[in-house]
């Protein structure tokens, strides 16, 4: 399953990139091949929370079938020209039937997720503002970023 939510306003995604752009941990790149990432530091994860509370999960309500949590939430930065890139994972664990991404900056569909469906790899046509939900047991991947324009993202894992 995958489900596509298109179009979450300019007011919002600017409110996550400026948490991003202003975010005070000096993160370096610790997941794979992400040029930025908070997934191993969460010291302002609470503001990551709270944004998501007011902003994404009225909009996610009515894709799901009944109550969710949320279990956890990161960005990650792929800087253009840089190569950077995450390889085929998936987010199984016990508290993570779903997952999500949201598209902060995406001006090159090339670069968006890939899936491994029926034996074969697909991308997901997708904007910047648009939001997709999967079964958290996916493989998927960021491709490498050798565009000329950042891509930034937020994740989250949804419990039900």
């Known amino acids: 399953m995958i489900i596509t939510i298109k179009g979450i306003s300019s007011e919002v995604r600017n409110k996550f990139l400026n948490f991003i752009e202003n975010d005070p941990a000096d993160i370096e790149p610790n997941l794979g091949g992400v040029s930025r990432t908070n997934y191993h530091h969460n010291d302002h994860e609470e503001d990551l929370v709270t944004l998501y509370h007011d902003h994404l999960q009225p909009v996610i309500k009515p894709a799901m079938t009944g109550p969710f949590t949320l279990s956890g939430i990161w960005y990650q930065v792929y800087l253009k020209n840089s190569g950077s890139y995450h390889e085929f994972h998936n987010h199984v664990c016990e508290d993570s039937q779903y997952s ?58 949804l419990m039900v």
Do not use: Q, W
């Not at 890939?114 to 648009?130: A, H, L, S, T």
């Open 100 to 157: 999500a991404i949201y598209y902060l900056k995406l001006k090159d569909n090339s670069i968006a997720t890939e899936f491994k469906m029926d034996g074969e790899v697909k991308r997901i046509r997708v904007n910047e503002g648009d939001m997709i939900l999967f079964d958290s047991n996916l493989y998927h991947r960021s491709p490498p970023n050798n565009t000329d324009h950042d891509k930034v993202i937020v994740s989250f894992n």
